[in-house]
């Protein structure tokens, strides 16, 4: 989905009728219209000089205009995109942004935020847990889960809701946590079965996994905190719990290389970056994390403070993951996604073996579920996750064709072992 906005009608119809002379400033985002809505009448009140002209689209999108020779007009990337804007760094597409960094954390539970240069800054981060319906919790007699492992425990069979990390743009870097912490193999199988515990919400973002909640229909929904916090608000009956192993997103604001309105982006940005800007995240609507660290002095009561708060158990590699996203998301697809009932039917039998005290056979079983098609340096490799980014061209249909072949014949093999 794309969508070009002029100034937005009510902006337009105050404020900038009696300017002279108003540059136009163009502006790359993938934030919903509310945000942009809320910064651009902000601004207007700082520089009602400057009209903005936003463009939506995913990083993917951004990134492909961003890398044009004059680069589509653009003037400033404002989204929360990180595994984009450091390719786009590289190739030369931003510009130094120099003293508008000031003041402005660089790093946060050991992850470095920005690049060294100083080309993209953050704007703000959001962090990675579980939503909660205590009072589903409590009618199906459910502990509060507090760490990833829990929600592969039999218990939780039916009442998680998780996304597709092939079409929730969250939720690659999701997935990535334990595979870091845990190791690849014993991340997957963790995956593995906390899949087979839930329901899959292939698209609808983390506001179609809250609605399972809110509807009564889920009890815990793998999600980022900033959908969260706005229900809680209005009184909605869910809550909000980081595992004990997580970490933040961030969202990062750049001026392109061939700007053609440097000053006014300059200004714009100077703007997102500054108190009043990184303040109007705290607003109950937006509810995520600034990155300006005096802000959190007027935060409103129960909001986190992840400046202050202690890292989690292990750090996030963030180039690791944005190294093998591409493969994740297939890999994900071809070994949960096309089996996902047969996973459930088997981990339902995995779970009775074990229940008459067939262990040997319950272990052997889950071993060859959780056995993934290929090891973390094949994963890592830039040549397949080139491949990859094209999921649908005849060499990744051919390797994805294997992977689920393979994914197949384990799972045909642990029914065997379980008589079934």
């Known amino acids: 989905m794309k969508i070009a906005r002029l100034c937005l009608a009510a902006l337009c119809a105050v404020g900038l009728a009696g300017t002279a002379r108003a540059e136009t400033l163009h502006v790359y985002t993938s934030y919903p219209p509310d945000i942009m809505e809320l910064y651009e009448k902000a ?44 390719v786009l760094a590289r190739e030369g597409g931003l510009r130094p942004l120099g003293a508008l960094r000031d003041g402005i954390e660089t790093s946060v539970w050991g992850m470095k935020l920005g690049d060294d240069a100083g080309t993209y800054l953050p704007f ?45 743009g969250y939720a690659p870097a999701m997935i990535e946590i334990p595979l870091q912490y845990q190791g690849w193999d014993k991340g997957w199988a963790l995956w593995t079965e906390i899949a087979a515990n839930s329901s899959l919400m292939d698209g609808g973002g983390g506001a179609a996994l809250l609605n399972e909640l809110l509807d009564g229909t889920k009890g815990v929904a793998l999600i980022m905190d900033f959908f969260v916090r706005p229900a809680r608000l209005e009184g909605k009956p869910v809550t909000f719990t980081y595992p004990s192993v997580t970490f933040v997103s961030p969202a990062h604001v750049g001026i392109t290389a061939k700007a053609p309105h440097p000053d006014e982006a300059q200004a714009f940005v100077k703007f997102l970056l500054s108190d009043p800007g990184q303040s109007l995240l705290m607003e109950p609507a937006v509810s995520r994390l600034p990155v300006r660290k005096s802000v959190y002095a007027k935060a409103p009561a129960g909001f986190p403070h992840p400046f202050d708060a202690p890292p989690p158990a292990h750090a996030f590699d963030q180039a690791k993951a944005s190294a093998r ?73 051919t390797i994805r064709a294997k992977w689920r072949s393979q994914a197949d014949e384990a799972t045909t093999r642990a029914f065997a072992v379980l008589g079934k």
């Open 325 to 397: 996203q591409a493969v994740l998301k297939a890999l994900f697809d071809d070994v949960i996604t096309s089996r996902h009932a047969r996973l459930k039917e088997l981990f339902t039998a995995i779970h009775a073996a074990e229940k008459r005290g067939d262990s040997a056979k319950a272990e052997k079983a889950r071993a060859l579920a959780t056995r993934v098609p290929l090891d973390e340096a094949a994963a890592a490799d830039p040549g397949i996750n080139a491949v990859m980014t094209n999921p649908d061209s005849d060499e990744a249909k």
């Open 124 to 168: 703000e981060i959001a962090g990675y847990g579980f939503a909660l319906r205590p009072d589903y919790l409590t009618r199906h007699h459910l502990p509060k889960p507090t760490k990833w492992s829990d929600l592969a425990k039999p218990v939780y069979a039916g009442h998680v809701v998780m996304p597709v990390p092939s079409s929730v």
């Open 43 to 86: 601004f207007a009140k700082v520089r009602p000089d400057i009209k903005i002209e936003f463009q939506w689209g995913h990083g993917a999108e951004a990134l492909e205009t961003l890398r044009t020779p004059d680069q589509g007009g653009f003037d400033v990337w404002w989204a929360p995109a990180a595994n984009a804007f450091p």
